[in-house]
């Protein structure tokens, strides 16, 4: 009994430093955000919560629908439900939007770690590094950063589609659509790739990941399509830079030296249970699909950065898995797949802050 109360207060302990460090990142991405004018969609996001306070519910939703086509009021009225006595400007306002992307993100790690049978303490830990990869590695970063509300909307889907309770799923779901109308998209992506993964035993492993990533690679042929279409006067899709192309390059070699590491787990002396070996699979082949989607995005980096955010909620939660189940030179080695993504987060926001 005692031993279970000290694991327990570790725990808290734990999600407490987790919270503070949160806190903290929040509080430094949203000076970041006030700073920084490029960042538009904390603006516009903004300006929407102004209107909300200017109206009332049904009036607001009135003029977000009018004016921008879509009912969604998710991040707005949770913003206002939680923090809407600290906000005073753009600043606060990019604080509360944060913090509420990061404490959906820690409430997903916990629940996907019990999810795979580890206790309070073990998914506990799994949130304090959750934090320090979504604030430093670039991918999960990026998406922190400036696209909160689809962010927001993707992070409870995946947390609706970790209960095994259809009802449970389908209220987040709905949750999530308030968030962001994509969700309902991702929400059929993510249930097939469930059914496949889950019924089709025949199947290999590596069979099923080719197939992922190959169905996601003939969608971004219609969504590259279906952009040369709706494109039109001077605009294009592509960016200055080739920041797309590096990062899609970086992630793909990650999760490709993560899918190494598990074909070979026996050389690299990494175990996983059943339980864990069925989430490694489901999230791996998301992952794969959304490299696939986003093939034809590579020359726009912000393009990129929102068809693969789906992804960049799930591939820190997969690192975790082997990170934890690596011991010595494996170890070692996923420490060295992490370096360049921090580098180049921590580069941008170092650009971003020069930028002011």
């Known amino acids: 009994m005692l031993s279970v109360r000290k694991t327990t207060l570790a725990a808290f302990v734990m999600l407490l430093l987790s919270f503070m460090l949160m806190m903290g990142c929040a509080y430094l ?45 998710g991040i707005y009225l949770s913003v206002y439900t939680v923090f809407n006595s600290i906000i005073v400007d753009l600043q606060s306002f990019a604080f509360a939007s944060m913090s509420l992307v990061f404490a959906f993100l820690m409430l997903f790690v916990f629940c996907a770690a019990r999810k795979i049978e580890k206790n309070a303490l073990q998914a506990a830990f799994f949130v304090l590094l959750s934090v320090l990869i979504y604030s430093l590695w670039y991918p999960s970063y990026a998406s922190v950063l400036w696209v909160w509300r689809s962010h927001m909307a993707f992070t409870l889907l995946f947390l609706g589609m970790l209960s095994s309770r259809f009802i449970v799923a389908v209220l987040f779901v709905v949750l999530s659509i308030l968030f962001h109308y994509s969700s309902g998209i991702l929400a059929v992506v993510v249930f097939s790739i469930f059914i496949f993964v889950d019924r089709f035993p025949r199947l290999s492993i590596p069979t099923k990941y080719a197939i992922s990533l190959l169905v996601g690679l003939m969608g971004s042929l219609v969504v590259g399509y279906l952009k040369q279409v709706v494109v039109s006067g001077d605009g294009n899709w592509e960016s200055e ?112 802050w020069g930028g002011a």
Not at 43 to 67: H, I, K, M, P, Q
Not at 321 to 340: H, W
């Open 241 to 352: 830079t080739n920041a797309g192309l590096f990062v899609y390059a970086y992630v793909f070699l990650f999760v490709l030296a993560l899918i190494v590491l598990s074909a070979w787990r026996k050389f690299f002396n990494l175990y996983f249970s059943t339980v864990e070996n069925a989430m490694l699979n489901r999230m791996l082949c998301i992952a794969l699909f959304f490299l696939g989607l986003s093939v034809t995005s590579v020359n726009s980096h912000q393009d990129l950065m929102r068809i693969m955010q789906p992804a960049f909620i799930i591939i820190p939660f997969i690192y975790l898995m082997f990170l934890n189940a690596a011991k010595g030179t494996s170890r070692a080695l996923l420490v060295l797949l992490l370096a360049p993504g921090i580098v180049m987060g921590l580069r941008s926001a170092y650009m971003y």
């Open 29 to 73: 991405f949203s000076v970041i955000v006030n700073d920084n004018e490029t960042i538009t969609d904390a603006r516009a996001y903004y300006f929407f919560y102004n209107e909300l306070l200017s109206e009332d519910v049904l009036g607001f939703a009135t003029t977000l629908t009018e004016e921008t086509g879509k009912f969604e009021l």
